[in-house]
Every structure is written in structure tokens, then in C-alpha cells.
């Protein structure tokens, strides 16, 4: 079995940072996420946006990074919003209750005119 690579794409749009991982989050790949979010976070844009449209699993590892990406946003003051969860992505959050305090949005577009 290779291990495929996660592709993440980033996006500058104004004071708006997208983040749009491609394929499976687990603990082989969290690191690799967590990699691609520390310079961004450090750069401490007004609004830090994880489309997760393409990622069809997420273990406790990837919940662990979007967490600590929202606890830095959180301590500057900046906004973090997940938008286009899919199924799996969407059913992990809710199983683990943190659907209570990431802001979850259902579209791209609605993530950046919040």
C-alpha cells in the first residue's frame, strides 16, 4: 500500500486565508497539515478558513491540529472557520462535540463573508 501525499492548496484572498486539504487526515498526514498551518497562523490572518470539502476521513490526529490552529487564532483575536465538511468530517466532529465550538459554515462562500 503507498502512502499517497496530502495535497493542501492555500489561498490568499485580502485579509482571508483558505486552506483546502485533499485526501484522508490521520495521523500519517496531521503532521503534514500542521506543517502547512504553523507559517500561516504565524502571519496571523484576520480570518484562517479549512475547506474540508475534499477530505473524506479524519481521525482524532486531524482533530487534534484544527484545534490547536483554533486556539492560536483564538489567542490573536482572528477568526477560524471549517466550511463544506464532508460526511465523515462532519459525523467525527459531531460524534466528539466539537461542533460546539468550531464555526462550521456549509459553503466556501459563506465561510468568507462572515
Do not use: W
Not at 503507498?2 to 490521520?26: A, K, M, R, Y
Not at 468530517?89 to 466539537?98: D, G, N, W
Request: proline residues 4%; negative net charge; aromatic residues 2%.
Amino acid at each position: 500500500m503507498s502512502e499517497q501525499t496530502l495535497q493542501i492548496n492555500i489561498e490568499t484572498l485580502d485579509t482571508s486565508v483558505v486552506v483546502t486539504p485533499d485526501g484522508d487526515i490521520d495521523l500519517s498526514k496531521s503532521t503534514e497539515l500542521r506543517a502547512q498551518l504553523q507559517p500561516l497562523l504565524a502571519q496571523q490572518p484576520e480570518k484562517l478558513v479549512i475547506d474540508l470539502h475534499a477530505v473524506p476521513y479524519m481521525d482524532s490526529s486531524g482533530l487534534a491540529t484544527l484545534i490547536e490552529a483554533l486556539q492560536i487564532t483564538r489567542q490573536h483575536g482572528k477568526n477560524f472557520i471549517l466550511c463544506s465538511l464532508s460526511e465523515g468530517v462532519q459525523s467525527i466532529i459531531a460524534l466528539s462535540r466539537l461542533d460546539a465550538i468550531f464555526a462550521i459554515v456549509s459553503s466556501r462562500d459563506e465561510a468568507l463573508a462572515e
